[in-house]
């Protein structure tokens, strides 16, 4: 059975049990990929997500249910995202970052579309924080500048601009890497 | 065209790399081949500016890799099956958690209620008690309009006439303190300057006679015992008099403007000095 999102949230907080799991299921692998764009540790990711859901199960009662949830939800992973890096700051760094990996790729040409998804995903890990977290909701959500806006709580115009910001550093960081087509 | 228009030109082609949902949220739908001219422009503008050359050069590569990585597969992304009962089973765990905790705080919660309300029932002003209000005064009403006519108590908000009450009370309690604090020592000070101001003190024997009302002060009674006995006690006027000498003799000289000031106790002798500065003829004027 099919349930727009309107009447899940309806469902949800009806009580239904079944409508729980079904939010759960529909988002979670959104929210998870966020989460892991986000921290880059699968662990985290999962504990983040499950706090997602938690608090939005808990504050269900409170949310518009004119709004998307989709934005909603990955507002909250954002918010919870942040927290967790705030807090892994604080932590103690096992082992440098190396810096021979700004070095040059010794292969004359990367043309491998696997080798430049690669080259990319490294290059967005190196993103600040924000910057990544605009560009896996733009490129990798699919929301929309104003739904970024709205989930990250700023103006569209801060949105864009780290957006281009975010893509001029990974063009830079492809072409010091040697990447080239 | 300039360099920033060929920077906006590739924003605009890498936005286009998104999904088209993305791209009509935004209103940034544009046809391919608008955007094919677009791009076309751009690299027309690139042959000839070495900067936006190389721009367009990484852009590109960017434009690429983002093809690739957004189809290619991220096992690592993929979702453990266990996250989803993850999630289930610890919603239910935080919610009968909170239950319990509910269920915990509620005696205490009782019990805290139930104290509130035993305080707020002995310090809140009962409605009714009835009004002290000092005789003869306006002092102890409650503020309000002189005219009484446009608020009256019933129509003001609940937390002035409080207040108004209290005030009404605070005002009668200090009145009926400086009332009761302040008969006595005034009634003492007639006493005592009554018998100064007799003709003679009256001895311990007839004290009763002179003053029937020293029968009803036995402390006075008992204090004339114990100071020595005078048999003829000067007037109250002499003795002023011999108060007023003897303190205009020690503090003696004495500038004009002590004198002024304690005048008042040698008035009697003022008019018998001619020669005192204060009635010394003026040597101006009339």
């Given amino acids: ?181 | 065209m300039n360099c920033q228009d060929c920077d906006q030109i590739w924003n605009q082609l890498l936005d286009a790399e998104s999904l088209s949902r993305a791209r009509v949220a935004t209103g940034l739908e544009a046809s391919p081949q608008l955007l094919a001219e677009r791009e076309q422009a751009a690299c027309t503008h690139a042959l000839g500016c070495s900067r936006c050359r190389q721009v367009q050069t990484n852009y590109e590569t960017l434009r690429r890799a983002l093809r690739a990585w957004v189809s290619s597969a991220r096992p690592e992304m993929t979702l453990s099956p266990a996250l989803v009962e993850r999630i289930l089973a610890g919603q239910k765990t935080g919610s009968s958690r909170r239950a319990r905790r509910w269920r915990a705080a509620l005696p205490l919660g009782a019990a805290v209620a139930a104290v509130a309300c035993l305080i707020a029932l002995v310090l809140a002003p009962l409605p009714w008690r009835p009004e002290r209000v000092s005789p003869g005064s306006d002092r102890g009403r409650p503020p309000g309009p002189a005219s009484g006519s446009a608020l009256r108590p019933s129509n003001r908000p609940s937390d002035s006439r409080v207040l108004s009450a209290a005030l009404a009370d605070a005002t009668a309690a200090t009145w009926d303190l400086a009332r009761t604090t302040s008969e006595p020592a005034a009634r003492l000070g007639r006493q005592v300057l009554a018998s100064a101001t007799q003709v003679e003190y009256p001895s311990r024997a007839g004290a009763s006679a002179a003053d029937p009302a020293g029968s009803s002060y036995p402390g006075l009674d008992s204090l004339t015992g114990v100071l020595p006995v005078v048999p003829q006690a000067p007037p109250g006027s002499a003795l002023l008099q011999q108060v007023g000498d003897g303190l205009s003799a020690s503090v003696r000289p004495l500038s004009s403007t002590a004198r002024q000031a304690f005048g008042f106790l040698r008035i009697p002798s003022l008019e018998k000095t001619d020669n005192s500065p204060l009635h010394q003829p003026a040597s101006k004027g009339a």
């Fill in chain 1, 1 to 181: 059975m099919t349930m727009d999102d309107p009447t899940l949230v309806k469902a949800v907080r009806s009580g239904d049990p079944q409508a729980t799991r079904l939010l759960v299921e529909r988002f979670h692998g959104i929210v998870f990929g966020l989460c892991y764009r986000m921290l880059n540790h699968r662990q985290d990711a999962e504990d983040v997500t499950q706090e997602t859901f938690l608090r939005a199960l808990r504050a269900i009662f409170g949310f518009d249910s004119a709004r998307p949830i989709r934005p909603w939800l990955l507002e909250i992973a954002a918010n919870r995202c942040r927290t967790a890096l705030a807090l892994r700051m604080r932590r103690p760094k096992l082992a440098p970052v190396s810096a021979a990996e700004d070095h040059a790729d010794p292969r004359p040409g990367v043309n491998d579309p696997d080798n430049l998804a690669g080259e990319l995903e490294r290059a967005v890990n190196r993103l600040r924080p924000e910057y990544r977290l605009v560009f896996s909701l733009y490129h990798e959500q699919n929301l929309s500048y104003e739904e970024i806006a709205q989930s990250l709580d700023r103006p569209v115009g801060t949105v864009k601009t780290w957006l281009h910001r975010a893509r001029a550093e990974l063009a830079e960081h492809l072409a010091r890497r040697g990447v080239e087509c």
